[in-house]
Protein backbone atom coordinates (compact mmCIF):
# COMPACT_ATOMS: atom_id res chain seq x y z
CA UNK A 1 0.00 0.00 0.00
CA UNK A 2 2.98 2.31 1.01
CA UNK A 3 4.67 1.89 -1.98
CA UNK A 4 1.77 2.53 -4.48
CA UNK A 5 0.41 5.13 -2.52
CA UNK A 6 4.16 6.49 -3.05
CA UNK A 7 4.42 6.27 -6.75
CA UNK A 8 0.49 7.80 -6.95
CA UNK A 9 0.78 10.71 -5.14
CA UNK A 10 4.96 11.32 -5.04
CA UNK A 11 4.60 10.76 -0.85
CA UNK A 12 3.94 8.65 1.69
CA UNK A 13 0.69 8.23 3.21
CA UNK A 14 0.18 8.98 7.05
CA UNK A 15 -1.64 5.76 7.57
CA UNK A 16 -3.70 2.84 6.78
CA UNK A 17 -7.20 1.81 7.14
CA UNK A 18 -8.50 -1.20 6.41
CA UNK A 19 -12.53 -2.09 6.67
CA UNK A 20 -14.14 -5.17 5.99
CA UNK A 21 -17.06 -6.95 3.71
CA UNK A 22 -20.06 -8.97 5.54
CA UNK A 23 -22.12 -11.83 4.92
CA UNK A 24 -25.39 -11.37 6.68
CA UNK A 25 -26.09 -14.27 8.67
CA UNK A 26 -29.56 -13.80 9.14
CA UNK A 27 -32.26 -11.22 8.90
CA UNK A 28 -32.11 -9.90 5.46
CA UNK A 29 -34.21 -6.81 4.40
CA UNK A 30 -35.36 -6.09 7.64
CA UNK A 31 -32.97 -2.87 8.41
CA UNK A 32 -35.07 -0.49 6.59
CA UNK A 33 -38.10 -2.30 8.77
CA UNK A 34 -36.48 -1.02 12.22
CA UNK A 35 -35.78 -4.43 12.59
CA UNK A 36 -32.96 -6.84 13.40
CA UNK A 37 -30.02 -8.61 11.47
CA UNK A 38 -27.21 -10.61 12.37
CA UNK A 39 -24.32 -10.20 10.23
CA UNK A 40 -20.38 -10.91 10.57
CA UNK A 41 -17.31 -9.37 9.21
CA UNK A 42 -15.37 -11.12 7.11
CA UNK A 43 -11.70 -11.40 6.32
CA UNK A 44 -11.85 -10.37 3.02
CA UNK A 45 -11.23 -6.49 3.31
CA UNK A 46 -10.61 -2.99 1.72
CA UNK A 47 -7.73 -1.12 2.41
CA UNK A 48 -7.27 2.92 1.99
CA UNK A 49 -3.90 4.67 2.56
CA UNK A 50 -4.40 8.27 3.50
CA UNK A 51 -2.41 11.47 4.03
CA UNK A 52 -4.07 14.56 4.82
CA UNK A 53 -4.01 17.68 2.34
CA UNK A 54 -3.99 21.66 3.19
CA UNK A 55 -5.38 22.99 0.24
CA UNK A 56 -8.67 21.37 0.04
CA UNK A 57 -8.21 18.99 -2.63
CA UNK A 58 -9.51 15.58 -2.06
CA UNK A 59 -8.11 13.08 -4.39
CA UNK A 60 -8.95 9.21 -5.51
CA UNK A 61 -7.25 6.59 -6.61
CA UNK A 62 -8.50 2.66 -6.40
CA UNK A 63 -6.29 -0.32 -7.77
CA UNK A 64 -9.76 -1.62 -8.60
CA UNK A 65 -11.07 1.54 -10.41
CA UNK A 66 -9.72 2.06 -13.94
CA UNK A 67 -8.53 5.00 -14.90
CA UNK A 68 -6.75 8.03 -13.31
CA UNK A 69 -6.88 10.03 -10.54
CA UNK A 70 -10.01 11.51 -9.31
CA UNK A 71 -9.93 15.53 -8.21
CA UNK A 72 -12.13 17.06 -6.19
CA UNK A 73 -12.44 19.13 -3.59
CA UNK A 74 -13.63 18.62 -0.53
CA UNK A 75 -15.74 21.80 0.22
CA UNK A 76 -17.69 21.54 -3.15
CA UNK A 77 -18.83 18.33 -2.91
CA UNK A 78 -22.62 18.18 -4.13
CA UNK A 79 -24.99 14.72 -4.77
CA UNK A 80 -25.08 13.74 -8.59
CA UNK A 81 -21.44 15.84 -9.65
CA UNK A 82 -19.82 12.07 -8.92
CA UNK A 83 -21.10 9.26 -10.78
CA UNK A 84 -17.77 7.21 -10.75
CA UNK A 85 -17.02 4.57 -7.86
CA UNK A 86 -15.36 7.54 -6.13
CA UNK A 87 -18.93 8.66 -5.26
CA UNK A 88 -18.78 6.25 -1.92
CA UNK A 89 -15.26 8.15 -0.54
CA UNK A 90 -16.44 11.30 -1.50
CA UNK A 91 -19.65 11.28 -0.27
CA UNK A 92 -18.01 10.17 2.88
CA UNK A 93 -16.43 13.81 2.85
CA UNK A 94 -19.25 15.23 2.18
CA UNK A 95 -21.24 13.28 4.76
CA UNK A 96 -19.22 14.57 7.43
CA UNK A 97 -19.43 18.39 5.82
CA UNK A 98 -23.33 17.48 6.48
CA UNK A 99 -22.85 16.44 9.96
CA UNK A 100 -20.84 19.77 10.98
CA UNK A 101 -17.48 18.23 10.94
CA UNK A 102 -14.28 20.46 9.69
CA UNK A 103 -12.67 18.15 7.93
CA UNK A 104 -10.35 19.26 4.90
CA UNK A 105 -8.68 17.22 1.41
CA UNK A 106 -6.91 14.16 1.46
CA UNK A 107 -4.81 12.09 -1.02
CA UNK A 108 -6.48 8.39 -0.67
CA UNK A 109 -5.38 4.99 -2.32
CA UNK A 110 -8.14 2.13 -2.08
CA UNK A 111 -7.13 -1.25 -2.58
CA UNK A 112 -9.55 -4.43 -1.92
CA UNK A 113 -10.27 -8.45 -1.51
CA UNK A 114 -14.01 -7.72 -1.12
CA UNK A 115 -15.37 -8.67 -4.83
CA UNK A 116 -17.26 -5.98 -6.34
CA UNK A 117 -21.04 -6.31 -6.31
CA UNK A 118 -20.66 -10.16 -4.74
CA UNK A 119 -23.15 -9.04 -2.37
CA UNK A 120 -20.35 -9.11 0.38
CA UNK A 121 -20.49 -5.09 0.59
CA UNK A 122 -17.64 -3.96 -0.84
CA UNK A 123 -19.36 -0.09 -1.28
CA UNK A 124 -19.99 -0.13 2.71
CA UNK A 125 -15.98 -1.70 2.90
CA UNK A 126 -14.98 1.31 1.04
CA UNK A 127 -16.88 4.04 3.39
CA UNK A 128 -16.35 2.59 6.31
CA UNK A 129 -12.08 2.61 5.33
CA UNK A 130 -12.32 5.91 4.53
CA UNK A 131 -14.40 7.15 7.15
CA UNK A 132 -11.93 5.67 9.67
CA UNK A 133 -9.27 7.18 8.05
CA UNK A 134 -10.67 10.85 8.04
CA UNK A 135 -11.51 10.45 11.87
CA UNK A 136 -8.27 9.67 12.94
CA UNK A 137 -6.64 11.95 10.34
CA UNK A 138 -8.81 15.47 11.56
CA UNK A 139 -9.16 13.80 15.27
CA UNK A 140 -12.77 14.13 15.27
CA UNK A 141 -13.08 11.28 17.89
CA UNK A 142 -16.08 9.63 16.32
CA UNK A 143 -16.93 5.67 17.58
CA UNK A 144 -17.99 3.33 15.29
CA UNK A 145 -21.74 3.05 15.43
CA UNK A 146 -21.14 7.22 14.79
CA UNK A 147 -19.27 6.64 11.78
CA UNK A 148 -20.90 3.92 10.43
CA UNK A 149 -23.98 6.10 9.88
CA UNK A 150 -21.62 8.68 8.17
CA UNK A 151 -20.87 6.11 5.71
CA UNK A 152 -24.46 5.05 5.34
CA UNK A 153 -25.74 8.59 5.07
CA UNK A 154 -22.87 8.47 2.06
CA UNK A 155 -24.60 5.87 0.59
CA UNK A 156 -27.62 7.30 0.52
CA UNK A 157 -27.14 10.97 -0.10
CA UNK A 158 -24.14 11.08 -2.35
CA UNK A 159 -23.96 7.73 -4.30
CA UNK A 160 -28.01 7.67 -4.16
CA UNK A 161 -28.07 3.80 -3.09
CA UNK A 162 -31.28 3.68 -0.74
CA UNK A 163 -29.65 1.12 1.69
CA UNK A 164 -30.31 0.36 5.50
CA UNK A 165 -27.53 0.75 7.88
CA UNK A 166 -26.75 -2.96 8.29
CA UNK A 167 -23.75 -3.06 5.79
CA UNK A 168 -22.02 -0.18 7.23
CA UNK A 169 -23.02 -1.16 10.98
CA UNK A 170 -21.50 -4.48 10.18
CA UNK A 171 -18.64 -3.63 8.67
CA UNK A 172 -17.55 -0.44 11.39
CA UNK A 173 -18.90 -2.62 14.25
CA UNK A 174 -17.81 -6.14 14.09
CA UNK A 175 -15.59 -8.07 15.59
CA UNK A 176 -13.38 -11.04 14.95
CA UNK A 177 -15.08 -14.24 16.28
CA UNK A 178 -18.47 -12.71 16.81
CA UNK A 179 -21.50 -12.06 14.57
CA UNK A 180 -23.38 -8.39 15.44
CA UNK A 181 -26.51 -8.45 16.52
CA UNK A 182 -28.10 -5.54 15.78
CA UNK A 183 -31.46 -3.76 16.63
CA UNK A 184 -31.72 -0.95 14.28
CA UNK A 185 -34.20 0.64 15.94
CA UNK A 186 -32.74 0.40 19.21
CA UNK A 187 -29.71 1.67 17.58
CA UNK A 188 -27.78 -0.64 19.80
CA UNK A 189 -25.97 -3.99 18.87
CA UNK A 190 -24.71 -7.11 20.69
CA UNK A 191 -21.78 -9.31 19.89
CA UNK A 192 -22.53 -12.96 20.15
CA UNK A 193 -19.97 -15.53 19.75
CA UNK A 194 -19.84 -16.85 16.50
CA UNK A 195 -16.64 -19.69 16.01
CA UNK A 196 -18.23 -22.20 13.76
CA UNK A 197 -14.53 -23.97 13.35
CA UNK A 198 -14.46 -24.67 16.99
CA UNK A 199 -17.23 -27.05 16.34
CA UNK A 200 -16.02 -28.60 12.92
CA UNK A 201 -18.33 -26.52 11.03
CA UNK A 202 -17.48 -24.11 8.17
CA UNK A 203 -18.86 -21.23 6.43
CA UNK A 204 -18.46 -20.78 3.03
CA UNK A 205 -19.58 -17.69 0.74
CA UNK A 206 -20.42 -18.73 -2.87
CA UNK A 207 -19.97 -15.70 -5.31
CA UNK A 208 -22.37 -16.62 -8.20
CA UNK A 209 -20.62 -13.76 -10.16
CA UNK A 210 -24.54 -12.73 -11.56
CA UNK A 211 -25.92 -9.43 -10.54
CA UNK A 212 -29.36 -9.11 -12.31
CA UNK A 213 -30.17 -5.57 -13.72
CA UNK A 214 -33.36 -6.06 -11.64
CA UNK A 215 -32.24 -5.33 -8.30
CA UNK A 216 -31.42 -1.39 -8.45
CA UNK A 217 -35.09 -0.46 -9.29
CA UNK A 218 -36.41 -3.50 -7.15
CA UNK A 219 -34.95 -2.89 -4.10
CA UNK A 220 -36.19 0.72 -4.00
CA UNK A 221 -39.73 -0.88 -5.29
CA UNK A 222 -39.67 -3.23 -1.56
CA UNK A 223 -38.94 -0.74 0.61
CA UNK A 224 -41.50 1.42 -0.47
CA UNK A 225 -43.55 -1.68 -0.67
CA UNK A 226 -42.74 -2.29 3.17
CA UNK A 227 -43.26 1.08 4.27
CA UNK A 228 -47.02 0.97 2.99
CA UNK A 229 -47.98 -1.53 4.72
CA UNK A 230 -46.56 -0.20 7.88
CA UNK A 231 -48.81 2.78 6.60
CA UNK A 232 -51.90 0.54 6.15
CA UNK A 233 -51.55 -1.29 9.44
CA UNK A 234 -51.13 2.06 11.12
CA UNK A 235 -47.26 1.04 13.17
CA UNK A 236 -44.09 3.00 12.45
CA UNK A 237 -42.31 -0.21 10.35
CA UNK A 238 -43.13 -3.39 10.35
CA UNK A 239 -40.57 -4.52 13.03
CA UNK A 240 -43.91 -3.43 15.62
CA UNK A 241 -45.87 -7.09 14.40
CA UNK A 242 -44.91 -10.40 15.99
CA UNK A 243 -45.54 -13.84 14.01
CA UNK A 244 -48.58 -13.74 16.28
CA UNK A 245 -50.08 -11.17 14.86
CA UNK A 246 -49.41 -12.47 11.07
CA UNK A 247 -52.95 -14.03 10.84
CA UNK A 248 -54.62 -10.83 11.59
CA UNK A 249 -52.78 -8.30 9.94
CA UNK A 250 -52.50 -10.37 6.43
CA UNK A 251 -55.94 -10.08 5.60
CA UNK A 252 -55.98 -6.38 6.25
CA UNK A 253 -53.48 -6.33 3.38
CA UNK A 254 -53.29 -6.38 -1.03
CA UNK A 255 -51.57 -9.67 -1.73
CA UNK A 256 -48.38 -8.64 -2.76
CA UNK A 257 -47.72 -6.62 0.79
CA UNK A 258 -48.93 -9.69 2.26
CA UNK A 259 -46.16 -11.57 1.03
CA UNK A 260 -43.45 -9.24 2.23
CA UNK A 261 -45.30 -8.94 5.37
CA UNK A 262 -44.51 -12.05 6.11
CA UNK A 263 -41.32 -12.03 5.26
CA UNK A 264 -40.67 -9.20 7.44
CA UNK A 265 -42.05 -10.58 10.40
CA UNK A 266 -40.95 -14.21 9.74
CA UNK A 267 -37.35 -12.99 9.00
CA UNK A 268 -36.89 -10.72 12.24
CA UNK A 269 -38.20 -13.76 14.49
CA UNK A 270 -35.38 -15.81 12.60
CA UNK A 271 -32.85 -13.79 13.77
CA UNK A 272 -34.05 -14.07 17.39
CA UNK A 273 -34.13 -17.68 17.49
CA UNK A 274 -30.65 -17.64 15.83
CA UNK A 275 -29.23 -15.31 18.55
CA UNK A 276 -30.62 -17.95 20.99
CA UNK A 277 -29.21 -20.66 18.92
CA UNK A 278 -25.81 -19.31 18.89
CA UNK A 279 -25.78 -18.45 22.87
CA UNK A 280 -26.43 -21.98 23.59
CA UNK A 281 -23.74 -22.85 21.60
CA UNK A 282 -25.89 -24.67 18.94
CA UNK A 283 -23.78 -23.27 15.94
CA UNK A 284 -24.77 -26.34 13.87
CA UNK A 285 -28.81 -25.66 14.42
CA UNK A 286 -28.90 -22.21 12.99
CA UNK A 287 -28.70 -24.11 9.29
CA UNK A 288 -32.63 -24.93 9.21
CA UNK A 289 -33.23 -21.19 10.16
CA UNK A 290 -30.92 -20.28 7.16
CA UNK A 291 -32.68 -22.26 4.58
CA UNK A 292 -36.22 -21.27 6.14
CA UNK A 293 -34.84 -17.76 5.73
CA UNK A 294 -33.39 -18.40 2.11
CA UNK A 295 -37.05 -19.96 1.29
CA UNK A 296 -38.95 -17.16 2.51
CA UNK A 297 -36.54 -14.51 0.44
CA UNK A 298 -37.49 -16.96 -2.63
CA UNK A 299 -40.82 -17.40 -2.33
CA UNK A 300 -42.49 -14.37 -0.41
CA UNK A 301 -39.87 -11.27 -1.23
CA UNK A 302 -39.20 -13.10 -4.75
CA UNK A 303 -36.02 -11.54 -4.94
CA UNK A 304 -33.89 -15.07 -5.47
CA UNK A 305 -32.64 -15.92 -8.59
CA UNK A 306 -31.67 -19.22 -10.63
CA UNK A 307 -28.23 -19.20 -9.87
CA UNK A 308 -28.56 -18.51 -6.06
CA UNK A 309 -31.34 -21.26 -5.88
CA UNK A 310 -28.73 -24.01 -7.25
CA UNK A 311 -26.28 -23.26 -4.61
CA UNK A 312 -28.84 -23.66 -2.02
CA UNK A 313 -30.50 -26.79 -3.53
CA UNK A 314 -27.63 -28.53 -4.59
CA UNK A 315 -25.72 -27.52 -0.91
CA UNK A 316 -28.48 -29.19 0.63
CA UNK A 317 -28.49 -32.25 -1.50
CA UNK A 318 -24.58 -32.62 -0.73
CA UNK A 319 -25.34 -32.46 3.28
CA UNK A 320 -24.81 -28.67 4.16
CA UNK A 321 -26.49 -27.98 7.03
CA UNK A 322 -28.28 -24.59 5.49
CA UNK A 323 -28.15 -22.18 3.05
CA UNK A 324 -28.91 -19.19 2.07
CA UNK A 325 -28.79 -16.29 -0.20
CA UNK A 326 -27.16 -13.24 1.54
CA UNK A 327 -27.33 -9.37 0.53
CA UNK A 328 -30.07 -7.88 -1.27
CA UNK A 329 -31.30 -10.26 -4.03
CA UNK A 330 -30.77 -11.06 -7.68
CA UNK A 331 -27.92 -12.71 -7.49
CA UNK A 332 -24.63 -11.86 -5.16
CA UNK A 333 -23.46 -14.22 -2.52
CA UNK A 334 -24.61 -17.79 -0.80
CA UNK A 335 -23.76 -18.72 2.17
CA UNK A 336 -23.70 -22.35 3.21
CA UNK A 337 -23.33 -24.08 6.45
CA UNK A 338 -21.82 -27.24 7.03
CA UNK A 339 -19.17 -29.46 8.50
CA UNK A 340 -15.71 -28.54 7.90
CA UNK A 341 -15.00 -31.62 5.99
CA UNK A 342 -18.07 -31.02 3.81
CA UNK A 343 -17.46 -27.67 2.83
CA UNK A 344 -15.07 -28.56 -0.55
CA UNK A 345 -17.49 -31.49 -1.90
CA UNK A 346 -19.65 -28.94 -2.14
CA UNK A 347 -18.04 -26.04 -3.49
CA UNK A 348 -16.69 -28.89 -5.77
CA UNK A 349 -20.68 -30.23 -6.24
CA UNK A 350 -21.62 -26.59 -6.93
CA UNK A 351 -19.11 -25.40 -9.16
CA UNK A 352 -20.08 -28.87 -11.02
CA UNK A 353 -23.88 -27.66 -11.22
CA UNK A 354 -23.19 -24.33 -12.12
CA UNK A 355 -21.25 -25.74 -15.31
CA UNK A 356 -23.79 -28.13 -15.90
CA UNK A 357 -26.07 -25.61 -16.16
CA UNK A 358 -24.13 -22.79 -18.47
CA UNK A 359 -23.39 -20.51 -16.25
CA UNK A 360 -20.36 -18.56 -15.58
CA UNK A 361 -17.79 -20.58 -12.77
CA UNK A 362 -18.76 -19.08 -9.00
CA UNK A 363 -16.43 -17.75 -6.55
CA UNK A 364 -15.89 -19.71 -3.64
CA UNK A 365 -14.84 -17.82 -0.38
CA UNK A 366 -14.08 -19.74 2.76
CA UNK A 367 -15.57 -17.07 5.61
CA UNK A 368 -14.63 -16.62 9.08
CA UNK A 369 -16.19 -14.30 11.48
CA UNK A 370 -13.39 -11.56 10.98
CA UNK A 371 -12.79 -8.11 12.90
CA UNK A 372 -14.31 -4.42 11.83
CA UNK A 373 -12.76 -1.83 10.16
CA UNK A 374 -9.62 -0.26 12.46
CA UNK A 375 -6.17 1.63 11.56
CA UNK A 376 -3.40 -1.16 10.43
CA UNK A 377 -0.66 0.84 9.55
P1 LIG B 1 -21.40 -4.64 -3.08
O1 LIG B 1 -21.43 -3.61 -2.01
O2 LIG B 1 -22.30 -5.79 -2.79
O3 LIG B 1 -20.04 -5.11 -3.43
P2 LIG B 1 -22.37 -2.43 -4.61
O4 LIG B 1 -22.98 -2.32 -5.96
O5 LIG B 1 -23.12 -1.90 -3.46
O6 LIG B 1 -21.99 -3.97 -4.39
O7 LIG B 1 -20.96 -1.70 -4.59
C1 LIG B 1 -20.02 -1.95 -5.60
C2 LIG B 1 -19.44 -0.64 -6.08
O8 LIG B 1 -18.64 -0.06 -5.04
C3 LIG B 1 -18.51 -0.78 -7.25
O9 LIG B 1 -19.21 -0.76 -8.47
C4 LIG B 1 -17.61 0.44 -7.10
O10 LIG B 1 -18.26 1.59 -7.59
C5 LIG B 1 -17.52 0.59 -5.59
N1 LIG B 1 -16.32 -0.06 -5.04
C6 LIG B 1 -16.29 -1.02 -4.10
N2 LIG B 1 -15.01 -1.39 -3.80
C7 LIG B 1 -14.21 -0.63 -4.59
C8 LIG B 1 -12.79 -0.52 -4.77
N3 LIG B 1 -11.93 -1.27 -4.10
N4 LIG B 1 -12.34 0.38 -5.69
C9 LIG B 1 -13.19 1.15 -6.39
N5 LIG B 1 -14.52 1.08 -6.26
C10 LIG B 1 -15.05 0.22 -5.38
MG1 LIG C 1 -23.10 -2.42 -1.45
Not at 81 to 98: D, Q, S
Not at 208 to 222: E, F, I
Not at 284 to 289: R, W
Not at 344 to 367: H, M, N, S
Request: charged residues 20%; proline residues 5%.
Amino acid sequence: MREAFRRIYGADPEGIWAAPGRVNLIGEHTDYNDGFALPIAIPQHTLVAARRRRDGRLRLHSAQGDGPVIDLHADRLTPGVVTTWGAYPAGVVWALHEAGHRVGGADLHVDSTVPSGAGLSSSAALECAVAFAYNDLYELGLGPTVLALIAQRAENGFAGVPCGAMDQLASACCTDGAALHLDIRAGTHEQVPFAPQAQGLGLLAVDTRVKHDLGDGAYAALRTGCERAARLLGLAALRDLGPQDLPRVLELLPSRLVRLVRHVVTENARVTQAVSLLRAGQVAALGPILTAGHVSLRDDFRISCAESDLVVDTALAHGAHGARMTGGGFGGSVIVLAEEDRVEPIGVAVTEAFRAAGYQAPQLLPVAAAAGARRVG
